[in-house]
Antibody, heavy 117, light 106 residues
């Protein structure tokens, strides 16, 4: 069974970088597409970007200057880095497998990240 | 970005009821519309993909329909385990989400 698990610090200071890891079991990240999604307080959700089976990436234009998604295929993990965070980046962050033309089918449980000094 | 307007935001229903949840896109999304269920503290669960395709393992009381800009999730006979939050998701172009519907026990 495909399983995803997010990990990372729950508190980040404004202007610093947010770094999260998604650990995948039961499926290789060298296949398919893998995305990051966040849910803000108040429940609005945002698709942040994804990394493909080949390592190519695509990012939400609203984040393009601040976001980076990378991977370590030897550990079957992919990563989110979001730079210059503000309090508006406070959210629950999810990783998901997202087959092309199907959308996210397996999700992690999410990790809550608060941006505060 | 395509805007997804989901309604209602809150739905009170009883076990056995037939319920419908709607999503309206700001432009044609060519049936690339998914429905998810989420319970507090859990990962979202894919119910329906591409308008009317039931994900493996999802009970047949869940169904989806629609085309163009208007889409509907129907639960034919509500079960106790169906209470939670539902949201739609379009992936015709850059993906966007509906705001969610909280389905609660009447």
């Amino acid at each position: 069974e495909v399983q995803l698990q997010e990990s990372g610090p729950g508190l980040v200071k404004p202007s610093q970088s947010l770094s999260l890891t998604c650990s995948v079991t039961g499926y290789s990240i060298t296949s398919n597409y893998w995305g990051w999604i966040r849910k803000f307080p108040g429940n609005k959700m945002e698709w942040m970007g994804y990394i493909s089976y080949s390592g190519s990436t695509s990012y939400n234009p609203s984040l393009k200057s601040r976001i980076s998604i990378t991977r370590d295929t030897s550990k079957n993990q992919f990563f989110l880095q979001l730079n210059s965070v503000t309090t508006e980046d406070t959210a629950t962050y999810y990783c998901a497998r997202s087959p092309r033309r199907v959308g996210p089918d397996y999700w992690g449980q999410g990790v809550m990240v608060t941006v505060s000094s | 970005d395509i805007q997804m307007t989901q309604s209602p935001s809150l739905l009170s229903a009883s076990v056995g009821d037939r319920v419908t949840i709607n999503c309206k896109a700001s432009q044609n999304i060519n049936k690339y519309l998914n429905w998810y269920q989420q319970k507090l503290g859990e990962a979202p669960k894919l119910l329906i993909y591409n308008t009317n395709n039931l994900q493996t393992g999802i009970p047949s009381r869940f169904s989806g329909s629609g085309s163009g800009t208007d889409y509907t999730l129907t639960i034919s006979s509500l079960q106790p385990e169906d209470f939670g939050t539902y949201f739609c998701f379009q992936h015709n172009s850059w993906p966007t989400f509906g705001a969610g519907t909280k389905l609660e026990l009447k």
